[in-house]
Every structure is written in C-alpha cells, then in structure tokens.
C-alpha cells in the first residue's frame, strides 16, 4: 500500500484542489485528508456525484489551479457529459482517480463487474490518456499523468487496483 502521508504530499505539491465521492479503495487517502484538513494546502471537498465533483474540478482549472477527481469506477459512467462537454471541450487540466472495481478482489461483488471489464474501454473512447497506479512506481505513474495533464491541457486519468491506496 502506498503510504498515504507521502501521496497526500506528492498531491499537495503538485495540486490545489481535490474532490470525489468516497470509495473504499481511497479510504487510508481520505481519512489522512480529514485527519490533517487543517494544516493541508490541498483543499478537499466530497462531493454528492461524480458529475458535481468533475464541475467543482472544472471551475477550479477555470481559475488557473489545478484538481484532482477521486471516483469509483462506477462513477465514470456518471461523469460523461461533465467530462466532454465541460473538462475536455475548454480543455480544463485535472487528474481523475478511479477505484479500479470489478478484478478478481471485488469479484465477490457481481455490480462492479462489468464496469471493471470496460473501464479501459471507457476511457479509451473518451480519449483519455490513462495509467494504472502502482505500489512500487506510484510517482513516476502519477509524474506521467501530471506531465500529460500539463501538456495537454486535458484531463488523464490512473486507475487504482484494491490494496494500493487502502488496505
């Protein structure tokens, strides 16, 4: 597991603003987000949808700061319209974190199943540039993404397997 003391920092150096819905593959990232709101530069706010996170990210980058979006995969389904015609058509920098559900871990859970079988797929049709975050190569993933978002002016995506966020 990515220790989350040095993940909120790589967030904090690189990020002004984060927002999602909760989802147990983020839970050790949240709680450390709570727990230390108050000495934090990185502002945080849960959102409600995934879609309402994706606005709140846009106005964000529309002020010149960058965000990060966390979601369940499931999420990425509520976040069409949001993405492609707001994030992507101004193209607006930001970094979506998606729960990678539905692998052999979450198997025991039949609703995560077919979006864990599509989200490459998903993403790839939206044009999305995406890595799968790692354990062991976690800041050379994340430096990627952030060298693409920057570059791009667009939104890239990595993909969180059970275990390398939270326990």
Sequence with gaps: MI????????LEKNFQFISGVPCTYFKKML????????????????????DEAMGIA?????????AVVYMQNSGLGNVG?????????YKLPMVLLISYRGLESDRAFPE????GEVNEAVLKA????????????????MNL??????????????????GVLSE
């Design 58 to 66: 846009s106005g964000v980058a529309f002020s010149g700061k960058q």
């Design 145 to 162: 993404a952030v060298k693409e978002m920057k570059n791009s002016s667009s939104p890239v995506a990595l993909l969180v397997k059970d």
């Design 126 to 141: 939206f044009n999305i540039p995406y890595w799968i975050l790692s354990e062991k190569n976690w800041e050379t993933e």
């Design 3 to 10: 220790d989350s003391a040095a993940f909120v920092s790589y």
């Design 112 to 115: 995560h199943d077919i979006m």
């Design 81 to 89: 319209d949001a993405l492609t015609s707001l994030a992507q058509l």
């Design 31 to 50: 709680i450390y987000l709570a727990e230390h709101e108050t000495e934090l530069q990185l502002q945080h706010v849960i959102a409600t949808r995934e």
